[in-house]
């Protein structure tokens, strides 16, 4: 956590900060901020929270940047949050997993864990498929 003393600026990660205006920023916008992100999120409040916090990780290294007054500072910050959340979900999508060998034990953790339900319908009908043939497959097998 930050030391705040007023007026004072400190050096955070190699990057002088002004905590003053961090501070009021923080004070201003982070309620705003995450009920945004919640909103567009949906149920996945957790994940809400965890965007907002690496936003006001990414506000920190720019805030020298910022050229918005105090009181207008939002769509800044909001910036900062929209492209917190795609690297998000970038890199989320490109570590995700899915089971292509079912072996002996058959299909396990055939949905993703996230992602919008169109993307889960996607999958689910993909896992359905594969699971059919799995199925077909081991009835050939046996008969």
């Known amino acids: 956590m930050l030391d705040v003393t007023a007026g004072q600026s400190a050096p955070v990660g190699g990057v002088v900060v002004d905590q003053e ?4 920023l923080f004070v201003i ?12 999120l949906g149920s996945r409040w957790e ?11 990414k506000v920190v290294q720019k805030l020298d940047t910022c050229r ?12 900062i949050a929209r492209r917190a ?5 970038r ?4 570590t995700r997993e899915l089971p292509t060998d079912f072996g002996a034990e058959g299909p396990v953790g ?5 992602g919008s339900p169109v993307e889960v319908d996607v999958h689910e009908q993909v896992a359905l498929d594969r699971l059919t ?3 077909r497959g081991e009835m050939e097998v046996a008969a």
């Open 29 to 40: 916008y982070n309620e705003r901020l995450v009920r945004t992100l919640r909103g567009r």
């Open 68 to 79: 918005a007054s105090d009181d207008r500072a939002f769509p800044w910050i909001a910036v």
């Open 47 to 57: 994940l809400a929270e965890d965007i907002a916090q690496e936003t006001w990780a």
């Open 21 to 24: 205006r961090l501070t009021l």
């Open 85 to 89: 959340a795609s690297d998000y979900f």
């Open 133 to 135: 043939a799995f199925i």
């Open 110 to 114: 055939l949905a993703p864990a996230f």
């Open 91 to 94: 890199l989320a999508r490109n």
